[in-house]
């Protein structure tokens, strides 16, 4: 995993939510499909390993590990 950089994730997620406004359907969005997008953009903004699906992939597995109950 590359070196975690706070500034540069909370500037990617901004603009990753701000593209919503440009999409044509996002309001018939189900929370499911929010859910998922917002879970993909977390991932891509701690590291570029976890873009496309195979990174997404990747990132839920993460999340399984990182996740304490």
């Given at each position: 995993?590359s070196?975690?950089?706070?500034?540069?994730?909370?500037?990617?997620?901004?603009?990753?939510?701000?593209?919503?406004?440009?999409?044509?359907?996002?309001?018939?969005?189900?929370?499911?499909?929010?859910?998922?997008?917002?879970?993909?953009?977390?991932?891509?903004s701690?590291?570029d390993?976890?873009?496309?699906?195979?990174?997404?992939?990747?990132?839920?597995?993460?999340?399984?590990?990182?996740?304490?109950?």
């Amino acid at each position: 995993m590359s070196e975690f950089n706070i500034e540069k994730a909370l500037e990617f997620m901004e603009n990753y939510v701000n593209t919503y406004r440009n999409q044509s359907c996002y309001e018939s969005y189900t929370e499911v499909t929010w859910i998922n997008d917002m879970l993909y953009g977390l991932g891509v903004s701690v590291g570029d390993e976890y873009r496309f699906a195979q990174g997404y992939e990747q990132f839920k597995e993460k999340l399984k590990e990182w996740y304490v109950v």
